[in-house]
């Protein structure tokens, strides 16, 4: 497991940006995939983003793809996510995720979650 804290949200107008931070400890990040996922009150979680361990590649949900950009820096132990082209329905607590094991859009692969930040937009 490595241990994961989110910075960066807040409050934005509709088809502004935003971007959010997680910053990992452990000597073990970079052998982790990542995931961004995100859950409105009263839904599930939901799966935003995800990147290969090394960086190598990455994933959107249809519903973000070109809008957002998922990113991370194995030597700082970070990812992050830029959000662009906000709407009012990317609205949310939004989660940073570790998994060990799988590169996935599944929710239930990830064994290490950050304690999630509030992402709001106003129309």
């Known amino acids: 497991q490595v241990q994961l804290v989110e910075s960066g949200g807040g409050l934005v107008q509709s088809g502004g940006s935003l971007g959010l931070s997680c910053a990992a400890s452990?000597?073990?990040?970079?052998?982790?995939?990542m995931g961004w996922f995100r859950q409105a009150p009263g839904k599930e979680r939901e799966f935003v983003a995800r990147?290969?361990?090394?960086?190598?590649?990455?994933d959107y949900a249809d519903s973000v793809k070109g809008r957002f950009t998922i990113s991370r820096d194995n030597a700082k132990n970070s990812v992050s996510l830029q959000m662009n082209s906000l709407k009012p329905e990317d609205t949310a607590t939004y989660y940073c995720?570790?998994?060990?094991?799988?590169?996935?859009?599944?929710?239930?692969?990830?064994?290490?979650w950050g304690q999630g930040i509030q992402v709001t937009v106003s129309s």
């Open positions: 452990g000597r073990t990040f970079s052998t982790y995939h």
């Open positions: 990147i290969l361990a090394s960086g190598g590649a990455t």
């Open positions: 995720a570790g998994s060990r094991a799988a590169y996935s859009r599944n929710r239930y692969a990830y064994d290490s």
